[in-house]
């Protein structure tokens, strides 16, 4: 040992007492390294409490949500998710047209969805026929059968023969103002034959030979095709804004969905890398939940099937049936 320090000193050029001193500070280093190793496996090791971040995500939650009643729904195994009725609602004659949000809160429907209601009539829609309810985005089939007996609207809009017999001949009887005015009346019987044609494939001319369907109508379903990534079935063409649904009933005469090919060929949403641009600009994912779906993502991981997604606390089981085809969970 003593040579070595001899040898030490000697390679160094230390002094006695600068050798004693690199010694010791080779010493506290050693054991300083030691002591990374050794203590942590001294400590008695503390299990992970995920509470200080639940809380924190509940806190998310709390902000974002309103106190907003919603629509309480059940998994059927036939006929897939239902809307279960309220038991405390007031049934009363109304025409949608007129009545107010409290109203149709009073006849069973939940505050959003009353809301959503107004916001459409105030951009100018309008229901012509009671089936024209189906329209709103959500609303329950269960409901409107409840509230169909109720609804003051006809079942179906009866053409006129006679004033259309004018329109078409003002000579007959009507007069060119008349006639102008009414150039281009909805549902005017095409002469050319329409080729049934894939709803996911076509494009505004095709649309276009549909009769009621106009070039904006018609941009306006490629639009909301591409922001879905795809139709999974036909009669989602009836979310599209503004389709009046004898409109949407001729138009199903001659398109179709090769449901079979559109769930491979459907633009899936990366629920796992998303932004909450990204979400947000799904049809089907509000801007709230949006939020909420990647802040429950950075706390609890990714997702790993719709069952993961299922969890999310505001997420309903009609939301969720909807946008599950929609989701990729590479």
Same mark, same amino acid.
């Given at each position: 040992?003593?040579?070595?320090?001899?040898?030490? =000193?000697?390679?160094?050029?230390?002094?006695?007492?600068?050798?004693?001193?690199?010694?010791?500070?080779?010493?506290?280093?050693?054991?300083? $390294?030691?002591?990374?190793?050794?203590?942590?496996?001294?400590?008695?090791?503390? /299990?992970?409490?995920?509470?200080?971040?639940?809380?924190?995500?509940? !806190?998310?939650?709390?902000?974002?949500?309103?106190?907003?009643?919603?629509?309480?729904?059940?998994?059927?195994?036939?006929?897939?998710?239902?809307?279960?009725?309220?038991?405390?609602?007031?049934?009363?004659?109304?025409?949608?047209?007129?009545?107010?949000?409290?109203?149709?809160?009073?006849?069973?429907?939940?505050?959003?969805?009353?809301?959503?209601?107004?916001?459409?009539?105030?951009?100018?829609?309008?229901?012509?026929?009671?089936?024209?309810?189906?329209?709103?985005?959500?609303?329950?089939?269960?409901?409107?059968?409840?509230?169909?007996?109720?609804?003051?609207?006809?079942?179906?809009?009866?053409?006129?023969?006679?004033?259309?017999?004018?329109?078409?001949? /003002?000579? !007959?009887?009507?007069?060119?103002?008349?006639?102008?005015?009414?150039?281009?009346? /909805?549902?005017?019987? *095409?002469?050319?034959? &329409?080729?049934?044609?894939?709803?996911?494939?076509?494009?505004?001319?095709?649309?276009?030979?549909?009769?009621? $369907?106009? /070039?904006?109508?018609?941009?306006? &379903?490629?639009?909301? *095709?591409?922001?879905?990534?795809?139709?999974?079935?036909?009669? =989602?063409?009836?979310?599209?804004?503004?389709?009046?649904?004898?409109?949407?009933?001729?138009?199903?005469?001659?398109?179709?969905?090769?449901?079979?090919?559109?769930?491979?060929? &459907?633009?899936?949403?990366?629920?796992?890398?998303?932004?909450?641009?990204?979400?947000?600009?799904?049809?089907?994912?509000?801007?709230?939940?949006?939020?909420?779906?990647?802040?429950? *993502?950075?706390?609890?991981?990714?997702?790993?099937?719709?069952?993961?997604?299922?969890?999310?606390? $505001?997420?309903?089981?009609?939301?969720?049936?909807? &946008?599950?085809?929609?989701?990729?969970?590479?």
């Amino acid at each position: 040992m003593r040579k070595l320090y001899q040898r030490l =000193q000697n390679v160094l050029g230390f002094s006695r007492r600068e050798t004693n001193g690199f010694l010791l500070m080779a010493l506290l280093m050693l054991l300083a $390294i030691a002591a990374l190793f050794w203590v942590p496996a001294l400590l008695p090791e503390t /299990p992970y409490d995920p509470t200080a971040d639940r809380r924190q995500l509940d !806190s998310l939650v709390a902000q974002l949500d309103t106190s907003t009643a919603r629509p309480v729904f059940v998994s059927d195994k036939k006929s897939g998710f239902k809307f279960k009725p309220r038991t405390d609602i007031r049934l009363f004659p109304f025409n949608p047209n007129e009545i107010n949000s409290e109203q149709w809160q009073q006849l069973g429907l939940p505050r959003f969805l009353a809301e959503r209601i107004m916001r459409y009539r105030g951009k100018g829609g309008s229901f012509k026929t009671k089936s024209d309810l189906r329209r709103i985005y959500d609303f329950p089939e269960p409901l409107y059968q409840q509230l169909h007996p109720y609804i003051q609207l006809p079942e179906t809009i009866e053409r006129n023969s006679s004033v259309l017999s004018k329109i078409e001949n /003002p000579a !007959s009887g009507g007069n060119a103002q008349n006639a102008r005015s009414f150039e281009n009346p /909805p549902f005017r019987p *095409r002469e050319t034959k &329409i080729v049934r044609f894939d709803l996911n494939t076509a494009d505004t001319n095709q649309l276009m030979a549909v009769r009621g $369907i106009g /070039p904006a109508l018609s941009r306006r &379903i490629v639009k909301y *095709r591409n922001a879905l990534g795809g139709f999974g079935r036909a009669d =989602q063409v009836r979310e599209v804004y503004g389709l009046d649904s004898l409109v949407v009933d001729e138009l199903l005469k001659y398109a179709y969905v090769n449901e079979t090919s559109s769930a491979n060929n &459907i633009k899936k949403l990366r629920i796992n890398t998303a932004t909450v641009e990204e979400l947000d600009a799904h049809p089907y994912i509000s801007p709230r939940l949006a939020k909420v779906l990647v802040a429950y *993502r950075k706390q609890h991981g990714s997702y790993r099937s719709v069952a993961d997604v299922a969890q999310v606390k $505001i997420m309903d089981e009609a939301t969720l049936g909807k &946008i599950a085809p929609y989701l990729s969970f590479e």
